[in-house]
Every structure is written in structure tokens, then in C-alpha cells.
């Protein structure tokens, strides 16, 4: 049984960090696509980074400069720095894998991905 697990997200003021975390257990992490998403209240998801198994990461371009997204293969952990934050980052962050190791960008549709975790809340005031 594949599990996604989130963490660290959180309520912070603007110009902010949080760092997201996502644990990933009943397979063999290292050679899948890795993603993180977030959807905002009465948006659709959308994808924000993600990073195939060479490390080569893409972003979203609202995100670029500010968000890293990064794999700990040994740990099975995925992991997505969040600095510089503003209140349109606000809203509910997932990972997802899939292990489909081609065409691993921040621009693929969920349908991409086979697993889910449950979410982490990341709220920005202003």
C-alpha cells in the first residue's frame, strides 16, 4: 500500500518561509516522479514544482525564485522550501508520485499521477 504523508504547513505572515515535507512509503521512491500541488478556495489545483529522479526540477512561474523543491531519495522524503511567501501561495498543498518517470514536469495535469497524500494547509497574511 503506497502512502503519501504531509507536514509543515501553517499560518505565517508575508515575505514568510514554511518548508512542506512529504514521507512516502510501500514503494520504491527513488525512481519515480515526484510533484508537489496546491489549490487556493474556489480554484482548481494546480501544479507548483515538480522533480523526477535525476533531480532536475521545474516550477510554476508564480513560484520560480521563491519555491525548491527537493528529494531526499535515502529518506523517502520529498521536500518543497517555501520562501518569500505571499497570500496567493495560500491554500491547500499536496504531493503526488507517480512511476511514470517521463515527461516529470511542473506543467503535467493531475491524471499524471497515481498517488496522493492527504494535504497540508499553508495559509499567508498580509
Known amino acids: 500500500q503506497v502512502q503519501l504523508v504531509e507536514s509543515g504547513g501553517g499560518s505565517v505572515q508575508a515575505g514568510g518561509s514554511l518548508r512542506l515535507s512529504c514521507v512516502v512509503s510501500?514503494?520504491?521512491?527513488?525512481?519515480?516522479?515526484m510533484g508537489w500541488f496546491r489549490q487556493a478556495p474556489g480554484k482548481e489545483r494546480e501544479g507548483v514544482a515538480s522533480v523526477p529522479s535525476d533531480g532536475s526540477a521545474t516550477y510554476v512561474d508564480s513560484v520560480k525564485g521563491r519555491f525548491t523543491i527537493s528529494r531526499v531519495n535515502t529518506k523517502n522524503t520529498l521536500y518543497l522550501q517555501m520562501d518569500s511567501l505571499k497570500p496567493e501561495d495560500t491554500g491547500m498543498y499536496y504531493c503526488?508520485?507517480?512511476?511514470?518517470?517521463?515527461?516529470?514536469?511542473?506543467?503535467?495535469?493531475?491524471?499524471?499521477?497515481?498517488?496522493w497524500g492527504q494535504g497540508t494547509q499553508v495559509t499567508v497574511s498580509s
Open positions: 503526488a508520485a507517480d512511476p511514470d518517470p517521463d515527461d516529470c514536469f511542473s506543467g503535467s495535469p493531475e491524471s499524471r499521477y497515481t498517488w
Open positions: 510501500g514503494y520504491t521512491y527513488s525512481s519515480y516522479c
